[in-house]
């Protein structure tokens, strides 16, 4: 994304006037690519327990160098967070790796993608980030698919390890619809972001999207089109407001993720299974999962939660459209039945709470103080601290996560024939607004919970937050999802 389009009350159309189509034929479509021989290691020097395998995907077009610079200045204090919080002691129990890219040819003459290895060196990984610059980028969207598919085939992910991916971008993919786009067949070397998706939940990757507000929604298919890709991977979209809070919003994502890792590492096996039973269907997801949230609920389960303000409205056509992005096999068979949301995408209180905060970067930044292990308050926000200066990855911190009440009994369903639950509770309505599928059973739409309907007239924000709370439906389907991708069984 260029800088202009990041200037406040940049018009959206006049952007694109700058890019007039040209005069050449576009270029057939590649044959897809469908399959990726994600590559593996056994690491056995890593010491039995927990251990992240953790990539951060940048876009390092135009108007991207605050964010980028977050990241550097803050990446040896997101390290030490995620060790303390989740009591990682050993040397390699957490890696690093970089994918920073821009655009292909003729929109971008630099570079399509770089990237730096997985390293438990911190430094290094803070060196390379020194290196990255945001420039260029051309047309509004970028190579995004290409960067996605690089974590695929460039990569080496452990075996033992919590596989995660964290995108920060503020532009869309090529090949989606957006109008502009210069390159409207996708990537040139034919990776579908949507197949790349359906390999990283196949292989436990999460994805996780950090959406750069107000810029990625001036866009009219990219809010809807992520959602469904952190739908895919189990993971979540989660807008940005500013550059100050990129640190906290990158360590109370991991931190969540690691308590889904742990229950699905639990009882994964049994909810694939009970999902088969039922028909592996996504209808037959939707309802495992419900049976699941009752299960954990019973045993108290509890874990760490992201809350972020209200940011995106959700329409009836935003929703068909996250369903449509999800069940294409490819972006192409999607593009021609999006539909066009003509309400304004982000809320008001947002647009003020960054208008007034300028969208400005301070080095320093925010994170969250670390937390002890309390028996008082189920419910307690972590309030944003004040600036901490980045600091080395020290070992020998010892675990501040509370301890977990292991579920072992999960497996003995019992079948049932009426819209009742095991639990003998009706089941949550599955229509649109409700529930994680529409009527037709197809539509997971986990991000729903993190958006707003037109009439929701809330006001109320309490900003940014990481919360250890009774594990929510949103964490269950997330769980569901992800077993039954990693069982070898896709639900699409």
Request: net charge negative.
């Amino acid at each position: 994304m260029d800088d202009d389009m990041y200037e406040e009350g940049y018009p959206y159309m006049s952007y694109y006037a700058a890019y007039p189509p040209r005069l050449m034929a576009t270029p057939p479509r590649p044959d897809p690519v469908t399959h990726y021989d994600v590559r593996f290691i056994d690491d056995v020097s890593m010491r039995s327990g927990k251990a992240i395998d953790l990539v951060f995907v940048l876009d390092c077009t135009g108007s991207m160098q605050r964010y980028i610079n977050s990241v550097r200045d803050h990446i040896f204090a997101i390290c030490d967070m995620i060790r303390g919080e989740e009591g990682l002691n050993g040397t390699d129990d957490l890696r690093v790796a970089i994918v920073n890219y821009r655009d292909h040819k003729p929109q971008d003459n630099t570079y399509v993608y770089k990237f730096n290895p997985f390293t438990s060196d911190i430094a290094v990984v803070q060196n390379y980030l020194k290196g990255l610059t945001a420039a260029g980028g051309g047309d509004g969207p970028e190579a995004v698919t290409a960067a996605m598919a690089a974590c695929l085939t460039e990569l080496e992910w452990r075996r033992e390890a919590a596989r995660m991916v964290v995108l920060i971008a503020d532009a869309p993919p090529h090949g989606i619809g957006e109008s502009g786009d210069q390159i409207k067949q996708g990537d040139p070397d034919g990776h579908d972001p949507l197949v790349v998706a359906r390999a990283m939940a196949q292989h436990g990757i999460t994805m996780f999207m950090v959406a750069c507000e107000d810029t990625l929604s001036n866009y009219s298919r990219a809010v809807d089109f992520f959602t469904a890709i952190c739908n895919m991977t189990s993971g979540v979209m989660l807008p940005l407001t500013t550059a100050d809070l990129l640190a906290m919003t990158i360590v109370g994502s991991v931190l969540e993720n690691m308590d889904m890792e742990r229950l699905i590492g639990e009882i994964g096996r049994e909810v694939a299974e009970r999902i088969k039973e039922k028909g592996e269907s996504l209808q037959s997801v939707e309802e495992v999962a419900q049976e699941l949230h009752e299960r954990l609920l019973l045993r108290n389960e509890q874990t760490k939660q992201v809350q972020l303000p209200d940011v995106y409205i959700q329409t009836e056509a935003s929703r068909k459209n996250v369903s449509a992005w999800m069940n294409a096999q490819y972006i192409y068979d999607a593009a021609p039945n999006i539909l066009p949301v003509v309400s304004r995408r982000l809320t008001d209180k947002f647009r003020k709470t960054n208008h007034n905060a300028g969208f400005q970067y301070t080095p320093g930044g925010r994170l969250p103080p670390r937390r002890r292990p309390s028996s008082e308050a189920k419910s307690e926000p972590v309030a944003i601290a004040a600036p901490v200066p980045s600091s080395p990855s020290r070992a020998g911190t010892s675990p501040t996560s509370p301890g977990r009440r292991i579920v072992q009994d999960f497996k003995p369903f019992g079948a049932s024939s009426t819209n009742m639950s095991v639990f003998g509770a009706p089941m949550l309505p599955t229509g649109p607004g409700g529930g994680m599928f529409g009527s037709a059973g197809r539509t997971p739409n986990m991000n729903a919970m993190r958006g707003r309907d037109d009439n929701d007239d809330d006001d109320d924000d309490e900003g940014t937050q990481l919360r250890r709370d009774a594990i929510s439906l949103d964490q269950a389907r997330r769980i569901a999802t992800q077993s039954v991708f990693r069982a070898g069984r896709l639900p699409l």
